[in-house]
């Protein structure tokens, strides 16, 4: 049977915030790394503070991005908060951050200290720009990453504003790269016995993540722009209105083609020598998109969607956050679970997507308290007594 928390024993030191780092580290928590979140005495992640706010007091943006973790306060800004560190690196595995580079060197823990105190140690940098390059030190957030990289000109409708997308794509692609590039990073370091010091900058992941958009301007010579919900090569291949509400479809290959074709019962469509091919429909797609749109607004969208559903043409409804939450089958999978929270049981948060044919195990859901576990790990990890760590919190290094 295959292991289904494969990163246990492997213990990562989380110095992130807010989302890409946390992200980052959630995932290898899933996957069963002891994850130690490292965080200020007295304030924390700033994301604690981010609505919306249960009503304990706790962020829910916190707890849906920290969960399966332990937290720790110590002060980075200090000598002997640096020292610390240090000692925890030099037992840990993995040390990730988010920090604007150079922030490590300052704090005294950039990789030439860890590598110091652990050869092997693997510290993982998220950041806008990378650790090298004319930008590493400007300041970003997911949206810039999201203009600068070419997203936000590629998302929205045609001839309308350029738009956001929905989610911090910016954000939680560097962050699954980032479990991409420690899970590469530990193989080489149990094959070689050396540690990495891995750069993921979100320009990159946005730039990686433009799918084909390269390819058609780099072919066409033509600057891909806004589509609203349609491909740019594959046609019919987005939203459409029926009577009462929205649905999308998609037709991948001539065969689901022809299958919708007589499932809409319109068969002569399958010969219309503007709708042969897919390069010929998406040619032609604003002819096809009006014969289609006039079709569906004609009955409600449950009805295109049975019949659609019954000819095996993939189709959808837009289902909204609270539909989502209701789905049987996201439900039979997991993914939606109500967090463990020793005030509030209504905090919903998603399972973990990473899991092995049949697998049924659910990630733990509990987020941390700050530093609830700090004398906990300084004194199992580290061999603190109780008078060490009484002197580091009178000194508020912890």
């Known amino acids: 049977m295959i292991d289904q928390q494969p990163l246990r024993g492997v213990r990562v030191l989380d110095l ?6 946390p992200f980052c580290t959630m995932n290898l928590a899933d996957l069963g790394a002891e994850v ?3 965080e200020m005495p007295g304030r924390g992640d700033d994301s604690r503070s981010f609505a919306p706010m249960m009503p ?11 969960r399966g973790k332990r937290s720790v306060t110590l002060d980075l ?20 951050e988010n920090f604007s580079p150079g922030t490590m060197d300052r704090f005294k823990v950039g990789y030439a200290q860890l590598k110091a105190a652990n050869p092997k140690i693997i510290l993982c940098s998220i950041s806008g720009f990378g650790q090298t390059g004319p930008k590493t030190a400007a300041p970003a957030y997911d949206i810039v990453a999201q203009a600068l990289g070419g997203t936000m000109s590629i998302t929205g409708n045609p001839g309308g504003e350029p738009v956001r997308c929905g989610v911090s794509v910016g954000d939680l692609s560097a962050a699954l790269y980032g479990v991409i590039a420690i899970m590469a990073a530990l193989r080489v370091r149990d094959r070689d016995g050396v540690g990495n010091h891995v750069d993921i900058a979100m320009l990159d992941c946005q730039v990686a993540m433009l799918e084909d958009a390269l390819a058609r301007y780099s072919v066409s010579g033509k600057i891909p722009g806004r589509l609203g919900t349609r491909h740019p090569s594959i046609t019919p291949f987005q939203q459409f209105r029926a009577a009462d509400d929205y649905f999308v479809m998609g037709a991948g290959n001539e065969a689901i083609w022809q299958r919708f074709c007589d499932a809409i019962a319109m068969p002569q469509l399958k010969d219309d ?19 289609l749109a006039r079709a569906f607004a004609m009955r409600p969208r449950d009805h295109w969607l049975r019949i659609l559903t019954d ?23 997991n993914m939606i679970l109500r967090a463990e929270h020793p005030e509030f049981d209504g905090l919903i948060v998603p399972g973990s997507p990473l899991k092995s044919a049949g697998d049924t195990d659910i990630p733990l859901t509990r987020s941390p308290r700050l530093g609830e576990s700090t004398d906990e790990v300084l004194a199992s990890v580290l061999g603190y007594d109780s008078l060490r760590l009484s002197e580091l919190r009178k000194r508020s290094i912890i």
């Open 36 to 38: 130690i979140k490292v």
């Open 77 to 96: 800004r200090t000598d002997e908060g640096a020292a610390v560190f240090l000692e925890l690196a030099a037992k840990s595995d993995v040390v990730v």
């Open 56 to 66: 304990s007091g706790d962020s829910g943006y916190f707890y849906s991005v920290n």
């Open 16 to 21: 992130s915030r807010v989302l890409a780092g």
């Open 311 to 333: 000819a095996s043409v993939p189709c959808a409804p837009i289902a909204n956050v609270e539909e989502v939450t209701r789905d049987p089958h996201l439900a039979a999978r």
């Open 273 to 291: 020598p503007r709708f042969l091919t897919n390069a010929d429909r998406t040619a032609n797609h604003p002819e096809l998109e009006a014969i």
